[in-house]
């Protein structure tokens, strides 16, 4: 079962790397008391400061490894020139704009590491941290929808929860979607 978590709230600008901010700690720790009931044995993380420092309040609540995984790296699906026709025009402008850096052309890269990360890990209690962009990439595969899909999933909110796990045929079923921690007051 992968439970894929977005990272908690971020400390600071967008355009830098940006560890939590003290209601993201809160947030994490929350979402860290809700998965204490589950057997997980590994956290994994993508590379950035927000999903290590995620990845790390997680672990001191349920006392599981983490571990960096560049596969959870924050993404943007892009469309390449001969798929654009796979989006809405209204959103060609907004996806030209996407930092060459952050850029996957078509999905290919988020694609192969959703179906290495499932098979090497669908039988395992496994907590992926990573971003938005990528957590709704991995739905829309498993739902086997259109590309442009990922656009119309969520908003995939700071710290929450989305499980998937394997249906009897053992293929992936997302069994909770998004779901928001309450925090205590």
Partial sequence: MIHLVRHGEAAGAEGADPGLSDL???QVTALANRLSFRPVRQILHGPSRRTT????VITEVLGAGAQRCDALADRTPVPSFERRGDYPTHRWGWLE????????IDGAELTAAWHK???DHHDDE???????FVAAW???EVLGAPPATWMRIGPFDNATLTTIGPNLAGEPVVETFNAEVILPV
């Fill in 126 to 132: 496994v907590v992926l941290v990573t971003h938005a």
């Fill in 97 to 104: 704009e996407v930092p060459e850096a952050e850029r996957d």
């Fill in 24 to 26: 993201g700690r809160r």
């Fill in 117 to 119: 990360l499932w098979f």
């Fill in 53 to 56: 420092q995620t990845a790390q």
């Fill in 138 to 140: 991995f739905v829309r």
